[in-house]
């Protein structure tokens, strides 16, 4: 059984999001503190995190912040702020997803089961070797889930390191937002297309020289992205 822990300072909140995913067939736990949810994540033997932004003791990209440094999991921010500021940097931080409340506890249900579906497939026995890519200056080890530019290895986040590999999986093939958000997110358009936006926006900060004039991750306008070979 997939075990889940809730960090959640609102107790109706949080009890909600239980009984959604023991309904499912999860097992999930509550911590309402940053700072002992951060403990309880880093020590326990957890699948996946559901944590609040706004948090007692320390909040939700602190939080987010030393779970990364110690667990590669995956971690779905919520939060009832909709800035994009927020949500560029949960997502810099290393979150997954980020889902703005309110939203339906099936939605989160939804969004739990893909990413766990596809953090398995990611380290489970299904990964293929000999999977090296390089396109110019740019060298993807899909087997060690490490990017290189110019020699430079390139920190990404684990969804940045998707996204990236499945355009270079097919360089030059243009793949619409919906496409895209399917096929690294693991859900059928119903989340926020707007979450591919601000990772494509990382992705371009961390590999172009100018993000501002792409030479690798191309806007097609009216389409969607492309990875130039």
Not at 141 to 148: A, I, N, Q
Not at 215 to 229: C, F, K, N
Request: proline share 3%.
């Amino acid at each position: 059984m997939k075990k889940i822990l809730i960090i959640e300072d609102e107790m109706n909140i949080a009890e909600l999001e239980r009984d959604y995913f023991e309904i499912n067939g999860f097992q999930a736990e509550i911590e309402t503190n940053g700072e002992t949810g951060t403990e309880k994540a880093i020590n326990g033997s957890y699948d996946l995190i559901v944590l609040d932004l706004m948090l007692p003791g320390i909040d939700g990209f602190e939080v987010c912040r030393r779970i990364r440094a110690h667990q590669e999991i995956p971690i779905l921010m919520v939060s009832a702020r909709k800035d994009d500021i927020d949500k560029i940097r949960g997502l810099g931080l290393g979150a997954d997803d980020y889902i703005t409340k309110p939203f339906s506890p099936g939605e989160l249900v939804a969004r739990v089961k893909a990413h766990l579906a596809r953090f398995e497939r990611l380290t489970g026995s299904t990964k293929l070797t000999n999977t090296e890519v390089k396109i110019r200056g740019l060298h993807l080890d899909k087997l060690s889930h490490r990017v290189y530019l110019n020699g430079q290895e390139v920190d990404l986040t684990s969804k940045e390191f998707d996204l990236l590999a499945l355009f270079a999986s097919e360089p030059d093939r243009v793949f619409t937002k919906e496409e895209l958000f399917e096929k690294v997110w693991g859900l059928d358009s119903i989340g926020d297309i707007s979450t591919l936006t601000v990772h494509i926006r990382k992705i371009r900060e961390k590999i172009e020289s100018d993000p501002s004039n792409p030479q690798y991750i191309e806007t097609i306008w009216g389409v969607g992205y492309r990875l130039r070979a």
